[in-house]
């Protein structure tokens, strides 16, 4: 039956109840006009003046030629001037594909490529780097500066603050619909090329409503932007404060002085941070120069927090701690630990779902798990991606028997809390034994001269696979592989002990700060060959 048949004849509210990313601004803009929606620094920008500038690149954008749909890169670091491109492209109905600007040339240049951009905004101090501003020359691609270090101009780009002038403020007028894409996010890449995550204005828009709940948001809330806005989970997090009016501190990268006046200056609520940023702000020398009492939710992310790291930042810099999880591919986050079971839980409880998806537990053929027992993390809901760009085979198997498949193993326990236990591809067989990666790194993490831990299984003649553990000290520490291996064993099963300890000057990490244990298992893939 179709739609109409259903409703009598009576047609949908079309553009009167649409759904866009940039209403989002529009709204809060029109309740808020002289709340400070974004600082950085002593810079301070009003709703009224984020609202104004984004209406006037979109019309910029439009006045260019690009029509709805067409692609539009940004190379951009957190900056007042990026998050009013950001919403101008939404107004302007046109693709976002961000790219991460940790990456090399190479795979930036395959993201435009695969993406077909022909139009990007790219920061000057970027642009300046001759292998990245080559690999932008070679494809033709139309360039506008922000301004960051003075030197657009001399470089011959247009940079942004210029062309905004004389721009009309009024928003453009664009039909497109909620399920129509709004962004193609690249994934990190762990293990191979790049896939393209294709989100439409009504996954991100019901994710940010989603997280405005789940935390408490209100007008009153600001919360740390040193996570960049390239990212899905800083871009959401974005959105969802100014969504209620909040405030963001955007900052390009962590430095934690940074941080802390930002919260002492700004009167943040809310800082997220992963947890060797915690660490880093609590045993600086001058935290105690600083007032951090504003802050009234801590967000940690990423990686499982250490015990006496959690219980210490609990009692010295904010009674309440969350833990939330996510992915590219479902618009984030999709479970959430419980701040009242902080002190219960520790390791990798990823928490309960959130409100905007279901979360399950399922097993190769498809079947949904009881609790407590341990298969793949499948999630379902309105903020799950349109698929893979132009890759339907990787978007069919990830949403095999109607779930969303996330690649990673765990259980949901009698509380009805998510544990991640592993990467479904780093679970290591051992003589016949399924051995959880995650839990020889927390064990290794528990050992006070470990920085960074990477366990992954090696081929083996006898085991099949060995369980095999690179480490990463602490600077200025001493520590030996017997002594690790030791510790090890004392803490663990005999099957989950490392057979291989090995301590390392650098971990192989992926742009966006992931472990890259793929290149560990190919550079010592020989290491227990026989003879």
Known sequence: MSNLAATGGVPGPGRIGRVAIGDLLKRAAQRFPNRIALTE???????????????????????????????????????VEFVKALFGIHRAGLVWVPINTM?????????LDHAGVRFALIDDNLHAQPERRAALEQRGIDLIAVDLAGKAKEQGL???????????????EIDFDERDLAMIIYTSGTTSRPKGAMHCHLAVVMAVMSNAVELHLDRNDGITGQFPLFHCAAHVLLLSFLSVGGTMALMRGFDPVACMEAIDRDKLSIFIGLPLMYQVILDHPRRKEFDLSSLKTCIYTMAPMPRPLLERAIAELCPTFVQPSGQT??????????????????????????????TAIMDDDGNL??????GEIVHRGPNVMLGYYKDPKATEEARKFGWHHTGDLGLIDDHGEVLFLDRKKDMIKSGGENVASVKIEETLLAHPAVLSAAVVGLPHPQWGEAVSAFIKLKPGVQADETGIAEHCRKHLGGFQVPKLVKIVEEMPMTATGKLRKVELRQQYSDHFAQG
Request: with cysteine.
């Open 329 to 358: 591919e479902m618009y984030p986050a999709t479970t959430m630990s419980q701040p009242d079971r902080q002190l219960k839980r520790f390791g990798n409880y990823w928490g309960e779902s959130m409100i905007v998806n279901e």
């Open 41 to 79: 620094g002593k810079r301070r920008i009003t709703y009224t003046e984020l609202e104004r500038d984004a209406n006037r690149f979109a019309n910029y954008l439009v006045s260019r030629g690009l029509k709805p749909g067409e692609k539009i890169s940004t190379i951009c670091n957190n900056s």
């Open 369 to 374: 798990l009881p609790r407590n027992q341990v």
């Open 158 to 172: 247009e940079s942004f603050n210029a062309l905004l002038e004389g721009q009309s403020d009024i928003e453009p």
């Open 103 to 111: 990456l090399g040339p190479d795979d930036m240049s395959f993201i």
